[in-house]
């Protein structure tokens, strides 16, 4: 019963375009790990015939107990409530450069400090090289930058806004080679996306997003509720499912996240459906024992598609700072990422940190996460994001 309230209240004030139900979740690096049950490797070979199973009972509100509730609540001549999606909200740009707002204004103050419409000397250049380090946009980044200057102002005056311009320059070349769309290829049926990442990264919120844009292409969805070490976030994915119209393949809290992963491939395929989106538990990439829980995930997968999975796309906190790069370089290497999702962005957010991973590991970055909503999830652009980190536009 309680748990039906947030439901009915956001529906009843109309406020529908309000995020998946909010995990209230600590940092990564603070968040300890989810207990493991114990995942003896089981004979997938002989793996049951998949059990389609049906959404076990809402999670959060039922449609009737809802619309009952709106019906007492709003007398019948009464209009009926605007559209949330109407409301006044914020571009998603807007969102992107406010949540960059602490890394820009870090930058731009520094900067603005270092260059007051004096010669460019080397000590200046020294000063904004660490400037540019400690906003996390890396070595490389950094001397690029400096470099720029040096052949092209040195001894000469130069503004603040001079070097804001050149470090967008540089920050959009870094980022330029990686900023790609996720392919779904249509002979995979299903195209088999794998999301991975530490506690509270966003991806279940993601995969969301994901479901929501691949349905409005006209995809067919299924998404499997691969974090089995909660209830809470099995239901977190059928909300998901209902909000989107995914069906979604499940099993209670304390299955067996390999088993399950098999069972939901065979049944989309079965389906033909074009799309597969596995979530998986979050777990931080130091515990070595939950990164082989991992591996196990995928080696089930590749039992019923070799190819499988044909996206392994890790969500990234964007209020991470430097872990970051560890996350990518440990999940990389277990679980073989393809592709890299920024989440909250529209947050406080550190984005600088993106440019190092790029200019490391020049993994494709698919797309950013600009809020909690379902259409809060842009593919990702290195000309705005650029101009976001630079304090422009
Ligand atoms: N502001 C903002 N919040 C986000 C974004 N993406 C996810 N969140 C929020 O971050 C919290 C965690 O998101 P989840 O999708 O549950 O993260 P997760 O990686 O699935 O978490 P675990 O399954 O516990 O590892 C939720 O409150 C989300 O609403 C985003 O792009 N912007
Ligand atoms: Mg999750």
Known sequence: ?????????????GATDTPAPPETRPEPADNPPHPVPPTP?????????????????PPETTPDYVEDLEELAAPPAAPPPPAPQEAPRQGWFAR????????????????????????????????LEDVLIQADLGVDTALAITETLRKDRYERDVSGEEVRAVLAGEVEKALAPVARPLLIDAAQKPFIILMIGVNGSGKTTTIGKLAQKFSDEGKSVMLAAGDTFRAAAIEQLQVWGQRTGAPVIARPAGADASGLAFDAVTQARAEGRDVLIIDTAGRLQNRDELMSELEKIIRVIKKVDPSAPHATLLTLDAT????ALRQVEIFGQRAGVTGLVMTKLDGTARGGILV???????????FIGVGEGVGDLEPFTAADFARAIAGEG
């Open 1 to 13: 019963m309680t748990d039906r309230k947030p439901g009915f209240f956001k529906r009843l004030f």
């Open 41 to 57: 490797e089981p004979p997938h070979d002989a793996v049951p015939a998949p059990e389609a199973v049906p959404f076990p009972g």
């Open 96 to 127: 992107l450069a406010s949540g960059l707002k602490r890394s820009s204004d870090q930058l731009t103050g520094s900067i603005g400090a270092v260059f007051t419409k004096r010669k460019l000397d080397a000590a200046m250049l020294d000063e």
């Open 320 to 323: 991470t700072g430097q872990n």
């Open 356 to 366: 190092a991973i790029a200019k490391k590991f020049g993994l494709p970055v698919h």
